[in-house]
């Protein structure tokens, strides 16, 4: 069946410290991927997603590409700040039905 | 400006208590959905609603049972509520179209059952 795996957390970085969190996938066909992000006490956001093979999304200075032949959509930024700090879900759409399978999430923790 | 809406945000149940979770959206989506957050499995789908007048099951659908109301809402049932269900629930909507489908999330239901 379908899944995502995630790299395990948590993530904790100095502030304008390089990010990658790494995501692969399990998934029949061509999935649209996702990264959702979770600050404390709030429902998900979506940060940025792709809709086919070499496609990047970006958004407020991260970015992931959507490599086929590994399978993967790592999440990358090149200087966190301290605000970035929150739980990141990376999530996979087979069917464009809007029913999303997560990764089990990492938390970044960005000190100053 | 309110997008997905949950009540409660808090509720603790004791063993074989029932209750509903309610969800409302105002972006006129067709979509709803409602999933399980528990630490360490990401979020899990119960059930969902591709349009309204349907409900089918997702990947943890026991012990839950759903009604899309209308358009804009769309409730999650617990009828008789066990420990294993403690957990983070969200409800979502999209907008159901295959070139859109963009999930939002309302802020969450923390549900303890003792």
């Known amino acids: 069946g379908n899944s995502v795996t995630q790299m395990e957390g948590p993530v904790t970085l100095s502030e304008e410290a390089f990010l990658t969190i790494n995501c692969t996938y399990t998934?029949?066909?061509?999935?649209?991927l996702f990264w959702y992000v979770q600050y404390p006490g709030e429902g998900l956001q979506l940060l940025l997603k792709?809709?086919?093979?070499?496609d990047k999304g970006s958004n407020k200075g991260f970015e992931a590409t959507y490599r086929k032949e590994t399978t993967s959509f790592h999440l990358e930024k090149g200087s966190v700040q301290v605000s970035d700090s929150a739980v990141y879900f990376c999530?996979?759409?087979?069917?464009?039905?809007?029913?999303?399978?997560f990764g089990q999430g990492t938390t970044l923790q960005v000190k100053p | 400006n309110a997008g997905v809406t949950q009540t409660p945000k808090f509720q603790v149940l004791k063993t074989g208590q029932s209750m509903t979770l309610q969800c409302a959206q105002d972006?006129?989506?067709?979509?709803m959905y409602w999933y399980r957050q528990d630490p360490g499995m990401g979020l899990r789908l119960i059930y969902y609603?591709?349009?309204?007048?349907?409900?089918d099951k997702g990947e943890v659908p026991n012990g839950y049972n759903v009604s899309r109301l209308n358009k804009r809402e769309f409730s999650l049932r617990l009828e008789s509520a066990a420990p294993s269900q403690t957990s983070v629930y969200f409800c979502?909507?999209?907008?159901?179209?295959?070139?859109?489908?963009?999930?939002?999330f309302g802020q969450g239901t923390r549900l303890t059952v003792v």
């Open positions: 979502a909507s999209s907008a159901g179209t295959t070139a859109n489908t963009e999930a939002f």
């Open positions: 998934a029949t066909g061509y999935p649209s």
């Open positions: 792709a809709t086919k093979a070499d």
């Open positions: 999530a996979l759409d087979s069917g464009n039905t809007g029913k999303l399978i």
């Open positions: 972006m006129n989506h067709n979509s």
């Open positions: 609603s591709a349009s309204e007048g349907t409900t």
